[in-house]
């Protein structure tokens, strides 16, 4: 659906040549031409425009010039959330020429970046559409939230897709028109197999999208529980899995079925009225119904290991948060060794590691948690209902909160509303804020429960602080 970015130089020239050389001027592309452009006296100004800035399906590139190279920390992020193909740096000189030209281009899952000399840079950026199994268009539809876009974009990066494609849609859900107009649409784009919407359109919209594109019709959903079941290691997480999988199944199955053939076939019955609608459902509540009991059985277990933990008289110590917010690394830092993979990726956890620990001679049990994600549906998290247990028999819950992330606190409220809906007592939640080091702002909380788990003299304080705090002593440093 998207073949390049042209980028007219003479007219670009002449914008740059006007604005003051001490100002930063910013700049947004269609297709083929300059659409708008703005100056800045500063560069908290440019943030300020990039944060009001809305995606669009006619903005295919942004253009910042300044006396120096704009230093962006994630220019990948920044392409992703703004949904532009095309991120070209421009320095000047004092005198306000161009002098270079970085230009970031967006093709499939990672950003790829050159610089030209400003006059020799060429105009025409082309995009290369790889083809594959793992190909995709993503369709934002009813939504503008750029946390909400680059969170998509890199659950759908985990899930193992390449984005080649993005648009936006007006409408969340779709009539049966709406449906069949976009349906033969898609069926004439080329550079991709799947098409991800971001929000769930409706069984009947996906199964007329999918008949009629001939391509696969997936969610955002889809996306979470793929996750699930690639990082689910365990018996426990595997179960989590497949019952969540098996839920959205069976929904989706529900709200695409068009009814049973009226001869013979009807429910509880089996003959030769039955249609494939019908045989796939009971194949479904089959298979549901043996997760089900699956279920029941690891439920035993696991409250067979919550009575003989309690036997022990050890309080438990429950690590929560959103996805990819540190609760893995600082699990492994508290324990002392690697137990749990780290990694950027969402979901790098899936199921709950529990160990037993000392903390200056006191004894307790550490439990490692899946992070919590936006958008889950009541059936997914279903599926995690052991895992909502075991943190509501905690005797303390540390909630990691990832303040680097310039949505922390929205994702902070989201968890906060999860621990409250599963009848989490407030007194048993310790706020922490990780990746101390990479805060460049003031610390929330006055920095007294923010830390670096690769800091030793951090973990050690926060050692100290969970050790008071479970069992009200002093602890004299070793």
């Not at 990039?50 to 399906?57: D, E, I, K, S």
């Not at 426990?236 to 009814?259: D, Q, V, W, Y």
Request: overall charge positive; charged content about 30%.
């Amino acid at each position: 659906m998207r073949s390049g970015v042209r980028v007219t130089k003479p007219e670009l020239t002449e914008l740059i040549l006007a604005t003051p050389a001490d100002h930063y001027l910013v700049v947004e592309l269609s297709a083929d031409a300059i659409l708008k452009s703005a100056h800045y006296p500063t560069e908290w100004a440019v943030a300020e425009h990039f944060q009001r800035f809305r995606p669009a399906n006619r903005v295919r590139g942004l253009i910042v010039a300044s006396r120096q190279e704009l230093a962006l920390p994630d220019p990948q992020g920044l392409l992703n959330e703004c949904l532009v193909d095309l991120l070209m740096l421009v320095a000047r000189d004092e005198s306000g020429i161009p002098t270079t030209a970085t230009v970031h281009l967006r093709t499939d899952t990672a950003a790829r970046h050159k610089k030209y000399p400003f006059f020799l840079m060429p105009e025409e950026f082309s995009l290369p559409v790889p083809r594959g199994l793992h190909t995709a268009l993503l369709l934002f539809n009813g939504t503008t939230d750029k946390s909400f876009i680059r969170e998509t974009m890199k659950l759908a990066a985990d899930a193992g897709y390449r984005i080649t494609a993005t648009e936006m849609l007006r409408t969340e859900m779709f009539t049966r028109t709406g449906a069949e107009t976009l349906g033969k649409r898609l069926a004439d784009a080329e550079g991709f197999d799947t098409v991800i919407f971001a929000r769930d359109p409706g069984g009947r919209a996906i199964a007329t999208l999918s008949r009629l594109s001939g391509k696969r019709i997936i969610t955002r959903e889809d996306l979470i529980v793929s996750i699930f079941e690639k990082r689910a290691d365990g018996q426990s997480g595997k179960l989590k899995a497949a019952a969540s999988a098996t839920g959205r199944e069976r929904l989706e199955h529900h709200e695409r079925s068009h009814g049973l053939s009226r001869i013979t076939g009807g429910v509880g019955a089996r003959g030769p009225g039955e249609t494939v609608q019908e045989e796939r459902k009971r194949s479904l509540k089959v298979r549901q119904r043996l997760i089900r009991t699956a279920l029941e059985k690891e439920r035993g277990r696991r409250e067979n290991q919550r009575k003989f933990r309690a036997k022990t008289n050890h309080p438990t110590v429950a690590i929560v948060g959103y996805t990819n917010a540190g609760k893995s690394t600082l699990f492994n830092a508290l324990v002392g060794e690697k137990v749990v993979r780290e990694s950027g990726e969402f979901f790098s956890s899936i199921d709950p590691k529990i160990r037993l620990v000392s903390l200056f001679g006191k004894k307790l049990f550490l439990l490692d948690t899946v992070g919590f994600i936006e958008g889950m549906s009541k059936g997914a998290l279903d599926a995690f209902e052991q895992t909502f247990t075991e943190i509501l028999n905690a005797t303390l819950i540390l909630q990691v909160v990832d303040p680097t992330d310039r949505e922390w606190r929205v994702k902070k409220r989201y968890v906060d509303e999860l621990l409250d809906a599963c009848g989490v007592a407030v007194g048993s939640v310790e706020v922490l804020y990780s990746k101390r080091d990479l805060l460049k702002e003031h610390l929330p909380d006055g920095g007294d429960k923010c830390y670096a788990a690769q800091e030793r003299d951090d973990i050690r304080r926060l050692k100290k602080f969970v050790f008071e705090r479970l069992f009200g002593e002093g602890v004299t440093p070793q």
